[in-house]
């Protein structure tokens, strides 16, 4: 009788200040700006709320009121022109911010023979393109309604709390995930549903609140310190087979092994 095959295990990331030390959002309201999307106070929003999310003081009342905000903002706006901005300037605008521990971490992922899911807030729009340059198999994302061509201002799918774990489980069946044996990285305590919904959680350079949370998880705990260009970081991901008897268990020890010998070194 023919042994049944064992399910994949994938690696989801949360996108903003987990691969990318910056909120992607906000990182594209200058060429918005630019591009006529947006006006000078709308930048100044941006960037304020910015601020509030880099220094980690964003609570779920600012958080609603800037989604509310940004899905009123983007009513009217032509898709093609968002995703003409964005595939011009993702390069510039993001290159700075992205963690070659991040970018490691995703290869190796890969060479482990697991998907990488981007799972993020941010308008899959802004995701898709930063997502295919890092490599990934698949994206979870904020959903705008569109309606000949233009954003309608209703949000279909918001990738935020509990629904990004759900999104996370919909898409683990639909791929056939195992997810006790997938992985999650995340810097933000609202993420904790998602990093709860796998095998392997992991908090990236976590605030008080989440080491704690983490502690109580058993979740392990990483740092992402060192930004580097996009282009210059990435490798080609490995078409490489795990050997069907590895246990998830060992390959958690193999990962956590080569991050702390790097950190330590």
């Known amino acids: ?33 630019a591009g006529g ?63 070659a521990e991040a970018v490691d971490l995703i290869a190796e992922h890969h060479e482990l023979g697991h998907d990488v899911v981007i799972v993020s807030a941010s308008g899959a729009e802004l995701v898709e393109p930063i997502a295919t340059v890092l490599g990934a198999d698949h994206v979870i994302a904020t959903q705008m309604a569109v309606e000949d061509g233009r954003y309608t201002g209703e ?38 549903p998602m990093l709860g919904a796998v095998g392997h959680g992991f908090a990236v350079n976590p605030d008080k609140t989440l080491r704690r949370v983490a502690a109580e998880h058993g979740w392990g705990v990483l740092t992402f310190s060192r930004p580097v260009a996009l282009r210059s970081a990435l490798r080609p991901p490995a078409v490489a087979l795990v050997a ?13 092994r080569r991050w702390w010998t790097r950190h330590r070194g």
Request: cysteine-free; proline content about 2%.
């Open 37 to 99: 999307l947006i006006t000078r106070g709308d930048v100044l929003r941006s960037a304020y709320a910015h601020l509030l999310f880099y220094a980690g003081n964003a609570d779920a009342d600012q958080t609603e009121r800037m989604r509310k905000h940004l899905s009123e903002l983007a009513t009217g706006w032509e898709v093609s022109k968002v995703q003409q901005i964005v595939a011009e300037t993702v390069h510039e605008l993001i290159d700075p911010y992205v963690y």
């Open 1 to 33: 009788m023919a042994a049944t095959p064992r399910a994949r295990a994938a690696a989801f990331f949360d996108l903003d200040k987990t691969i990318i030390a910056t909120s992607s959002s906000a990182a594209f309201s200058k060429p918005f700006y």
């Open 244 to 256: 069907g008897g590895v246990a998830a268990a060992g390959i958690a020890a193999w990962l956590l």
């Open 155 to 192: 949000i279909e799918f918001y990738a935020y709390g509990e629904q990004k774990a759900e999104a996370v489980q919909r898409l683990a069946a639909e791929r056939g995930y195992d997810l006790d044996r997938s992985y999650a990285y995340s810097d933000s305590v609202t993420d904790a």
